[in-house]
């Protein structure tokens, strides 16, 4: 039985008024964050908090349970209220899919997207890794040059390729088996940061596929680079006249209000809908938060989206199946 004062609360100095003190100020902590997350234009680090609706819920179920245990009513019902505003935005990435069945006679194709981290030497787990999956289509991000010596082997089995490696974090790879036509470096808006294009010929017919890697949110300028460059991205997506698939690291999640302009302006869905939120990194598994993606303009049909094993790499990588309709 907790001891409790006259007034009915934990006695002073007993640990379930210390416990009630540290949730108290837990929550009061947790609630100031979760309101300013939603102030993300403010400043690049209420930006950042965004992208964290999964962990804003499980830190606000322990103040939940506290409360519970103490006797404290109101303040229980307010760290649940946290929990459930913190998944309105996660929880239709459960059941509201776009995954679907091919069309009759569609040939599907196989996808998988890694940011391999440009310091990672477990090469080999990546090569286990595409020979066990088969994928049709590879494409790596923070690819250097001793990448690139490490995992030349896949230029045999995929003889479409087209590398730019680089030895900071900005270096991409795309492998194909299907024929790819004007593999090129593209470069969007004036934020410096590369992305490869190429059409890619499928069975069902041509499609535009564009790996990229946004720099990182990791001051105000990152943020601001990053945002011009997704923002530039979605609107040259959004100018194609053939259906267009979208993947790599865009270093933002999306709960994150970047990357709704970027899949709107672009018109794109997200492979995972209807699969779950995914996390990819860190490569912590279910703590993680979800930035590597699969996107596509409406033409293109998804299934069997998977976050797949880890490589070494501080991303997991993930992969995915489309079809034209």
């Known amino acids: 039985m907790k001891p409790t004062d006259p007034a009915g609360g934990p006695h002073a100095g007993s640990p379930a ?13 947790l609630g100031a964050a979760f309101v ?25 179920l322990p103040c939940a349970a506290a409360f519970a245990y103490l006797g404290d009513r109101r303040l229980a019902l307010l760290s649940a209220a946290g929990v459930a505003l913190s998944l309105v935005p996660v929880v239709p990435w459960y059941f509201s899919g776009t995954s679907e069945p091919p069309a009759p006679g569609a040939r599907t194709v196989k996808l998988l997207v890694s940011n391999v981290y440009v310091h990672n030497r477990q090469h080999a787990q990546l090569l286990r890794l595409v020979d066990r999956e088969q994928p049709d289509v590879v494409g790596l991000v923070e690819l250097n040059s001793r990448w690139l010596r490490k995992i030349a082997r896949l230029r045999a089995s995929y003889p479409y390729h087209f590398e730019i490696p680089d030895e900071e974090f900005v270096g991409l790879a795309l492998y194909s088996r299907l024929p790819l036509a004007n593999a090129r470096f593209l ?7 590369p992305a490869i294009s190429a059409t890619m010929k499928t069975p069902d017919g041509e499609i535009e ?40 690291d ?11 302009a970027f899949a709107e ?8 809908a209807g699969h779950g939120i995914g996390p990819t990194w860190p490569s912590i598994g279910p703590l993680g938060v979800p930035i590597d993606h699969i996107l596509a303009t409406t033409p293109v049909r998804f299934r069997n989206f998977r976050v797949l094993e880890s490589i070494g790499s501080d991303h997991l990588p993930v992969s995915a199946e489309f079809s034209l309709r």
């Open 250 to 260: 865009l270093n933002a999640t999306m709960w994150n209000r970047n990357y709704r």
């Open 265 to 272: 302006l672009g018109g794109l869905q997200n492979a995972r």
């Open 187 to 193: 470069r969007v808006g004036d934020t410096g940061t």
């Open 209 to 248: 596929f564009i790996l990229t890697h946004p720099v990182s949110p990791l001051d105000t300028d990152h943020v601001r680079r990053r945002n011009a460059q997704l923002r530039a991205l979605g609107r040259y997506v959004g100018s194609l006249q053939r259906p267009v698939v979208v993947a790599g």
């Open 36 to 60: 300013a997350a939603q102030f993300g234009a403010l400043h690049f680090t209420l930006d950042n908090l965004s992208n964290f609706p999964v962990q804003f819920a499980a830190a606000f």
């Open 17 to 29: 008024r210390r416990l009630l003190h540290f949730a108290r100020a837990s929550l009061a902590l």
